[in-house]
């Protein structure tokens, strides 16, 4: 990766309810063997825009721009758990988070961003929980995976963060770059360059 490029994502941290929750149901998709690995609680999120590898310039821009994201503060809470699957191989396991407003604070994001991004085609918003490499009986821990029921947890979402991405063979470090509050409408910074 150039040095000059910072690899850049738009999303939603959790409350510590949430995230003991997210502990919960990580150990009961322990009990399935598979090979793989579980998001790192520290590092558990709701992404809103994936930016991919970024320009200093660029940056300077999505954070002029995202200050103009208009949004009030609202609630959301945990959904379903379920899988996505590559040739009926699950790849992914995650946690639905509910909340229309969810929905348009990404709208709201992708108008800040227009000239820079396109647009999300397909937004879900999920946590994700773990990536698996291979599972043996995949139907059978697919079904698992389906039945693992979830506390309904409500909370206030009151915040988006810009984080930064550094990739690490023991998983990726985030950064908190700059976040976002609809009560002052303007962002706080948190990262100095």
Known sequence: MDNNLT?????????????KEV????????NKKFAGKLTELENIHLTLKFLGEISQETLNQVQQ?????????????????????????????????HGKSLRDLQKQIDLALEPLFPKEQRFMSHLTLARIKYVKDKKDFTDYIKKIH???IKFKVSSFKLKSSDLRSLGPIYTTLQKYSPNTQQSHYLHVF
Request: aromatic share 10%; charged share 25%; glycine share 4%.
């Open 7 to 19: 690899r850049a994502f738009i999303c939603i941290d959790f409350p510590e309810e949430v995230i």
């Open 23 to 30: 502990a919960r149901i990580q150990e009961l998709i322990q």
């Open 65 to 97: 721009k995202l200050s103009q994201a208009k949004f009030t503060e609202f609630e959301a809470s945990l959904g379903q758990v379920g899988t996505f699957s590559h040739h009926k191989s699950p790849r992914i396991v995650w946690i639905k988070i």
């Open 150 to 152: 979830v506390k309904k």
